[in-house]
Structure formats: C-alpha cells, structure tokens
C-alpha cells in the first residue's frame, strides 16, 4: 500500500529488528514530529508551480530577482504574478519585436509594432502604435519609453508612439411627420379679350400765326 510522504511515519520505514529496540523505537517517534515540519516546509520551496499562492512580498523579491524589467510595485497583485510568470519567457526572447509587444500588452493589454520596411521608414527605425492607456498622461509616454527599450535590441530606433483612446457616443435617430401647402401670388388674367386689327384714316384743322418783334 502506498503513502504519501506526508502521512508516512519513520517507524512506517524502520526494519523489524531495529523497532524491537525501545531506544531505536522511541528515537523515531521523536523525531517523527521533526521530519512531519520538515516535509512540510519542502513545499515552500516550490516557487513556479506555486505563484499563484505566493505572497506579494515574495513576489517583489523574485521579480528582483528575475530582473523583470518591465515590473511596476504599484500594479494590483495579479498584474505582479503575471510579469513574473512571463519573465523567463521574456529573456529568451528579448532584443526581438515578439518581446516589445508581449511587455506593452502585460502593462497596458495592448500596443502593435511596425518596423521600417512596414512604413516606408528609415533603416532600423520602428513605431509602436495602438496603446489604450485609461487616461493618456505624460507618465504614459515616460513608461512605454522605459518598457521598449528595456526589451528592445540595441540597433533599433524608436521613432514614435501613437496612443489610441476610444470615446463612447450614442447614436439617435428619429421621424417627423409634416404638411407643407405653398400659395403662388401671380397677376390676374384677363378673361373673354377680343382683339381686333385695322387701318384708320382721320383729317385735322390747324391755325398758325407768326409774330416777329423788331427793335
């Protein structure tokens, strides 16, 4: 039948001859106790399997330990546990553009990377683009400065960050029913107009008279 260590006893080990000893026998259950504190306290030196359960305080001392570069002290515990966990990964990777990207999206969840020859830019010049900080501040553009290069490689430029804030609007939509009537004021018009044409002849009687006065 198997056991666990935990639930074994030293005198569950001890050969036959050497229980039959009462010093041997009450040595082991002495020191049963002893060995029961000790196999307990092997599981605290489980440290990957167990980060979960770790406290902050250790957490902090591993990510010093890790060189986690990208660690910020005043994330919420699960950010913490989540830096450390992807620090090994990290340094197998770092220097490349896999790197740059997983430790913005471990601080802001979010960042893309474009290198030159993506933009039609300079020769190992690259950008970072699409970073959804909460609130875009000066302390924003400081840290995302700090994690890239931190992880980058020596030979690549930064040459700009582009942040992307969304703003929710609503969008509405109505009806509205209206009657429209339209008056035209024109001139009257004649009605029952006969028009008639002709040639007409007529005689006139004149008097004229000339006064000249001389000096």
Known sequence: MSKELQSTS???????????????????????DE???????????LILPRIDELSEEVIDLL???WSVD???????LADKRNAVKQSIAMHRIKGTRRAVEIALHMVYTSGEVS?????????????VRFIEPENIRTEDVDRVIRIINAVKNTRSWLESIG???HVPTGLYHGTVISTN????LMPPRPHDVTIRSGTYHGVGVSVYKEVVLRE
């Open 181 to 184: 009537k339209t008056y035209r």
């Open 115 to 127: 290198e030159w020859f993506e933009y039609g830019g300079q020769p190992y010049y690259f950008r």
């Open 63 to 65: 990510a010093w330990q």
């Open 163 to 165: 942040f992307t804030r």
């Open 10 to 32: 030293l005198l569950d080990i001890l050969p036959e001859n050497l229980l039959a000893d009462v010093q041997i026998y009450a040595a082991a259950r002495a020191l049963d």
């Open 70 to 76: 990208f660690y910020d002290e005043l994330k919420s």
């Open 35 to 45: 060995l029961q504190k000790v196999t307990a306290a092997t599981r605290d030196a």
